[in-house]
């Protein structure tokens, strides 16, 4: 069987970048600062190359996301990889991952372009299209095998990117990021190892059986037998929360939630900017997709009695979140602080069981993937030219750096919600859904908007107006001048702002088939109640 274009953009940068690294290997160290520009200039234009696969792929059933019914995929393909075993090569997306995909292929350039200048690029470089090759991975697979494969196989980029180019305490934060995502996903694995042997075979699903233990890991026919079994699926619907569970705990994990989130703050303080970039804009992001795509596809009873549960996650890690921000001094760790507490929303979102709820959530993981990374990025930036994080050591950004100052002013207003901006589209979503759901208990969260906005202000306050008519220069920098942003960061800046205005002001370009497949998996959820009752 041939390759499609999903096989093609995974495995291209995969093999290439792995082919990149070899051949610096063997290169004479003489010549390595001109390996490292070869490196660069070569990884930028092949994830461009793929960014630009995946825009004309979505540009090209951009209408047709919205007409998928549940367990319907565009470009989908199919093909026995490890027959014996029942593990199939099958690729597919729907309304839920293309925006995911095309979010994944845009970030990995601009990460690239932005780090035009890190040490060891002949590697650091062709790292990143490894990375993004997983990545993509992870929301185009639909056997639980591959997906398995490639959700473990994101944390080996990211542990050599937070090792070897991280800051002082690197080895600690790769480990603990190490340590907690790789257990959490044993744990996981544990999940999907017990669904697809307690299913049943499935054969008149039509899947690529195991000549071993006559079952297969196709997510299609998990779903399906789901659907049709109702509370009967994997032996009643104790079995089916338990199983849930285990798959819960490798979700929130990464998501990351309270109180298993202690992992991410030091990952992101430790990582390189372009590592941090990845890291918020799509790492974080798989625990949603799988929460959405195994807690509201296969396992929708067993989501149904957790929400309570994932309601009180998601206020604690949302409200928490927005209070420890307030608290602090680094810049890197404020930002990491509000992940965990906009990542709460999307546990909102889906506790909703709405249609709007979910579909703000999903869109919450997308406009997050865009905002995040810019503010890492100016995040970055503001440590390479001033040599420090602590929010109030430099005053004055706006005299002596005036683009970085705009560029992070705007991040800031995306982050807290600015209306025509993308977050602003995500948040209103979830609240007036939560409204409808939940009724006065909506009055927390909104309040926790309200510290949002609080927190990015001081610092903003703080970091680029105080200082009077000269700034208050922080004494890191010493007997060096304060510099602006360089053109090749202007150029990353302003090329991941745009989507954030453009899905701002047109959210439906995306919302329209995020809400059409949130009303898909809400019609299964309600004929498995129906059923059930």
């Not at 600015?418 to 006065?440: C, Q, S």
Request: net charge negative.
């Amino acid at each position: 069987m041939g390759l499609g274009t999903l096989s093609v953009i995974i495995i291209a940068p995969f093999v290439l970048g792995l082919v990149a690294i070899a051949l610096a290997s063997i290169t004479p160290a003489r010549y390595n600062a001109l390996v490292d520009r070869q490196m660069w200039i070569f990884s930028l234009g092949t994830s461009f190359i793929v960014f630009a696969f995946t825009t004309l792929m979505w540009i090209g059933n951009v209408g047709g996301f919205s007409n998928l019914n549940l367990n319907e995929y565009a470009y989908l393909e199919e093909s026995p990889w490890i027959p014996s075993i029942g593990v199939s090569w099958i690729l597919g997306v729907d309304g839920l991952s293309m925006p995911l995909v095309w979010m994944t292929a845009f970030l990995i350039p601009v990460s690239i372009l932005i780090s035009r200048d890190e040490k060891d690029g002949r590697y650091f470089h062709p790292l990143l299209l490894i990375m993004g090759s997983a990545l993509m991975g992870v929301f185009v697979a639909l056997d639980m095998v591959m997906f398995y494969i490639f959700y473990e196989f994101t944390l080996i980029p990211m542990f050599f990117l937070i090792l070897k180019w991280g800051g002082e305490n690197r080895r600690y934060a790769a480990q603990k990021f190490m340590i907690y995502t790789f257990f959490a996903s044993v744990i996981m694995l544990l999940g999907l190892l017990a669904t697809a042997f307690l299913m049943g075979p499935g054969t008149e699903q039509g899947c690529h059986l195991s000549s071993i233990t006559n079952r297969c890991f196709d997510m299609r026919v998990a779903s399906n037998i789901a659907g049709s079994q109702g509370d009967a699926f994997l032996g009643g619907i104790g079995m089916q929360r338990f199983v849930f569970l285990l798959l819960l705990i490798g979700f929130l994990v990464k998501l990351p939630a309270i109180p298993v989130h202690t992992w991410l703050p030091d990952a992101h303080v430790e990582a390189p900017t372009a590592g941090s970039m990845i890291l918020a804009g799509v790492m974080l992001k798989m625990g949603g997709y799988g929460l959405i795509r195994f807690g509201l596809t296969i396992f929708s009873g067993a989501i149904y009695d957790y929400r309570w549960l994932l309601l009180a996650i998601g206020m604690i890690s949302l409200v928490y979140g927005a209070m420890v921000c307030l608290g602090q001094t680094n810049l890197k760790r404020m930002v990491a602080y509000s992940s965990i507490s906009h990542m709460g929303l999307v546990l909102l979102g889906v506790a909703t069981l709405q249609p709007l709820g979910i579909a703000g959530a999903i869109f919450m993981l997308f406009a997050h993937g865009l905002i995040s990374p810019l503010l890492f990025a100016v995040c970055g930036s503001f440590k390479h030219h001033y040599h420090t994080m602590e929010i109030g050591e430099m005053r004055g950004l706006a005299r002596h750096s005036p683009s970085m100052g705009a560029f992070m002013m705007f991040g800031w207003m995306a982050s807290l919600g600015l209306p025509l901006l993308a977050g602003f589209v995500a948040e209103l979503a979830v609240m007036l859904a939560f409204w409808d759901a939940f009724g006065w208990w909506v009055v927390p969260p909104a309040l926790t908007l309200i510290i949002t906005a609080g927190y990015y202000l001081w610092s903003m306050q703080r970091t680029i107006f105080e200082g009077g008519l000269e700034g208050e220069l922080p004494e890191s920098l010493g007997s060096e001048e304060p510099r602006d942003l360089t053109l090749h960061e202007i150029i990353a800046m302003g090329i991941m702002a745009a989507p954030i205005v453009i899905f701002g002001i047109m959210p439906f370009l995306v919302f329209t088939g995020m809400e059409h497949h949130s009303t898909e998996l809400l019609l299964r959820l309600a004929s498995i109640l129906g059923g059930g009752a």
